[in-house]
């Protein structure tokens, strides 16, 4: 069985720093693509970063210059690391995963999923 689980998320204040973590277990890592994606109450689940199986990046507008996705294949790990938060951050954030080489960049493409984990940001 096939599962992803999101570190704890939690409360920032604006202008923060948080990272979160995403440990896979069930699956070939090293073969699989890593996303992240967020979702706000009453809106729809989007892009947020991904990363390759060799470590290219990729982001959404929203994000790009403050956040940071890396991974660790020795731990079958995945991480967000974000910088200069804001409010428009407050989300769900959920990592998932895709047997894939090059990451797609849209959650219906993914076929694996952390339950979520909550990001507050405050001021």
């Known amino acids: 069985q096939v599962a992803l689980v999101e570190s704890a998320g939690g409360a920032v204040q604006a202008g923060g720093s948080l990272t979160l973590s995403c440990v896979a277990s069930g699956v070939n890592f090293r073969d699989h693509v890593l996303g992240w994606f967020r979702q706000a109450p009453g809106k729809e689940r989007e892009f947020v970063a991904a990363v390759s199986r060799g470590g290219g990046t990729y982001y959404a507008d929203s994000v790009e210059g403050r956040f940071t996705v890396s991974r660790d294949n020795a731990k079958s790990m995945v991480y967000l690391q974000m910088n200069s938060l804001h409010s428009e951050d407050t989300a769900v954030y959920y990592c998932?995963?895709?047997?894939?080489?090059?990451?797609?960049?849209?959650?219906?493409?993914?076929?694996?999923w952390g339950q979520g984990t909550q990001v507050t940001i405050s001021s």
């Open positions: 998932a995963a895709q047997f894939a080489i090059t990451p797609p960049l849209t959650r219906d493409e993914y076929t694996y």
